[in-house]
Each structure stands twice: as structure tokens, then as C-alpha cells.
């Protein structure tokens, strides 16, 4: 093992933070002593990366929400830019943040830095046409799910599949029971965990309406218990004043962190699109999908859009499995009837964990040491 190396970063929301904070240790388990820094979440600060600049600068989606935030997005990009070129690292990997990212690897590759880039944006549901952005600025796609690495080769750009991680740090069996016990649960009530989004502008999007949905459902399920994951201190207070403005009796408990116990313990799962919905999905949970974003967000997303889902259990799944709720038509009663008629419907729960099932088999392939395989050569064998 060689000391000395160093591996500059960024990931930019939760998601990349856990993927970062795997990827990290993958890693170190090779080569302990490798430097990692640029921009990190708590997640991937626990495993030793140094953060340059709060990951919550790049927390934002959205058209309308990024260009809100795109001058101070652009300054942070260029400063980390210009002190990645003037001391340049090993080697850069980009963890998901693609329209972040891609800019930043086209600029250091193109000054003879490495650049790999982990997690494929999604190409294949819309805006296909960044597969030659791609091309510039990555020197090699890490892809976690096994279909798109076909993409990758069909356009001549170097790819590892490496499976998903979260498929590898994941129970085969999830212990709802056990889960349930640390919670302090009662182990037979009907628990439905809420999983309103990490980011601040999805909780000012969803929080009012997760509530009013749990309202809706305490009055055809009263022993219904609600539990709720919080990822910040921000998040956590916006989803408590909407709570306390709706209705403040209603049985619902926030969690802070801990989201994986949390849909463990829970028979249902109401979620918002993204991340969370593979990782209900890897945990065996059934599940109903949310989202709104904003207007101007949604009519342009739509119109580029190539599948007819957005979450990624029906998109790997190739069918309409999980209920689909979005925009417009996600109100607290079409929300509260689809989770009722789930509730319901004990072979429906039970198809859906059969496909969970295959969808978690498939990805779970030891993604630490294909990480670890994929990079290692761009090290130029001062680790092995």
C-alpha cells in the first residue's frame, strides 16, 4: 500500500452521500491511506472525506429552484475548479450531481486528470442527448443498475457495472420486529412510514400533504401509526409545522435519521420519488409514490420524458407495479386511497415483494470490490 494518494470528490444531496460514503470505504479497505476530499455529506465526513464546501449549497432540483441558486452553484463550481487544477488530485470522481458534475470532469479531463463518475444520471428516462457531454467528461461510468451498461458501450465510454450498494448493506430478511422493538412500536399496530424527501424544497413541496394524508387515513384507520425520517434540523422543523398546523393530534412520530429501521418497522410505505423508493423496494416493502415539483418543472420534465414511470421499483421492474400518484393528482385523498386499497390487498403487498425480491438479488453482486477493481487501475499501481 502507498501513501500520498488523493481522491477529490463531490456529492451533492443525501443519496450521493450515502453511494459516496460506500464507495469511500470500498476503497480504504484496499488502500487505508487515501486522502478524500472536496465535497461531502455527513455520511461520506463519518467514512474520512474532508469537505471543502457544505454539500446543502448543491442540495437543489428542479429548473425553477436551480436557477434560483445558480450564481452561487457556478461560484462554487469555479473556485473548486480552479484549486482542483492548480493542485491536482489523483484522480476525481463525481458521485451522482450530474449537471454539477459533468462541467467540473469535462474541465479536469480535458487537463489530463482522471475522471470517473459514479451512478449514470438518468439517460434513459429523458434527456438522452448528455451521453456526449458524458463522453467528455468521464473517463469511466460506474452504473448500479445492469441495463445501462449496455448504453455505455453502445456510445463507446468505458463502464463497470458494480451492482448497488445498498443492495449489498441491506438484510436479506429485514427484522420488522426487531425494528419495531428499537422504535419502541407496538409490535401489532398498522404502521405506515412517510418518507416526504431529504431535500428542503421537496419538504416545502410535500410535508403539508404527507400530514393531510395521514389525517385522511387516521379517520378510516385509527390505530394507524405514522413514523417519519428526518435527514436535518431544517427538514425536521418544516415537517413539524406542517404537522402541528394540520393537526397535531394525529399519531405521527419523527424520526431523526434512521430511515432504513423506519420503513423496516413499517407494513406500508408513502414515499417520494427518488433514492428512498429503491432502497422500500431492496427492504421488501410495499409502497405508493409521490412527487410534485414545480409547475414550470413538471410541464418540461414531461414533455422529455421517455417511460411512463418515474420510480425506479417500476422502471427496473418494467411494469406498473407501485402506485404512481403525481402533481396534480397527488391530494391527500388519492394519496390516502391508494395507500388504503394497499392496506387491503394482501396479494398485491405480496406481488410486490416477490419483484422486490428479484430486483434486490440482481443488484446485490459485491459492489465494494467491483468499486474497488474499477479504480484501482487509475492509481497507476500504487495500490493494490
Request: proline share 7%.
Amino acid at each position: 500500500m502507498a501513501g500520498g494518494i488523493r481522491i477529490a470528490v463531490v456529492a451533492g444531496e443525501a443519496s450521493g452521500d450515502l453511494l459516496g460514503s460506500h464507495l469511500i470505504r470500498a476503497l480504504q479497505a484496499r488502500c487505508p491511506s487515501i486522502h478524500f476530499y472536496g465535497i461531502a455529506g455527513p455520511k461520506m465526513m463519518a467514512a474520512g472525506a474532508a469537505s471543502l464546501v457544505p454539500m446543502e449549497k448543491l442540495s437543489v432540483s428542479g429548473y425553477a429552484e436551480v436557477l434560483r441558486h445558480l450564481p452561487e452553484l457556478l461560484r462554487i463550481r469555479r473556485r473548486l475548479r480552479d484549486q482542483l487544477l492548480v493542485d491536482p488530485p489523483d484522480l476525481f470522481i463525481g458521485i451522482d450531481a450530474p449537471d454539477f458534475n459533468f462541467d467540473l470532469e469535462m474541465a479536469l479531463k480535458a487537463k489530463g486528470i482522471p475522471t470517473l463518475h459514479f451512478v449514470s444520471p438518468s439517460i434513459w428516462a429523458w434527456r438522452g442527448e448528455r451521453i456526449h457531454k458524458i463522453a467528455k467528461a468521464v473517463s469511466h461510468m460506474l452504473v448500479v443498475f445492469p441495463f445501462e451498461e449496455d448504453i455505455y458501450r453502445k456510445a463507446g465510454i468505458p463502464v463497470t457495472y458494480v451492482g448497488h450498494p445498498l443492495a449489498d448493506s441491506l438484510p436479506a430478511e429485514p427484522d420488522r420486529a426487531a425494528a419495531r422493538q428499537q422504535l419502541d412500536v407496538p409490535a401489532v399496530a398498522p404502521v405506515l412510514a412517510m418518507l416526504p424527501g431529504s431535500r428542503v424544497n421537496e419538504l416545502r413541496q410535500h410535508a403539508r400533504l404527507f400530514v393531510e394524508t395521514a389525517e385522511v387515513l387516521h379517520q378510516s384507520v385509527p390505530e394507524m401509526q405514522f413514523l417519519v425520517p428526518v435527514v436535518s434540523q431544517q427538514t425536521r422543523q418544516l415537517f413539524q409545522d406542517a404537522w402541528q398546523s394540520v393537526n397535531p393530534q394525529l399519531p405521527i412520530r419523527i424520526v431523526f435519521g434512521h430511515a432504513h429501521m423506519v420503513m423496516t418497522a413499517a407494513d406500508l410505505v408513502l414515499v417520494a420519488s427518488g433514492t428512498a423508493t429503491l432502497e422500500a423496494a431492496l427492504l421488501k416493502r410495499p409502497m405508493v409514490i409521490t412527487y410534485r415539483v414545480a409547475r414550470t418543472t413538471a410541464w418540461l420534465m414531461r414533455r422529455r420524458a421517455y417511460l411512463p414511470w418515474v420510480g425506479l421499483p417500476n422502471i427496473l421492474a418494467r411494469r406498473d407495479l407501485v402506485p404512481e400518484i403525481l402533481q396534480e393528482a397527488a391530494t391527500p385523498q388519492s394519496l390516502a386511497t391508494a395507500v388504503l386499497a394497499l392496506y387491503r390487498d394482501p396479494q398485491r403487498q405480496q406481488d410486490m415483494v416477490a419483484e422486490f425480491t428479484r430486483q434486490y438479488d440482481s443488484l446485490r453482486c459485491g459492489t465494494a470490490e467491483r468499486i474497488a477493481e474499477a479504480v484501482l487501475p487509475f492509481l497507476g499501481g500504487r495500490c493494490h
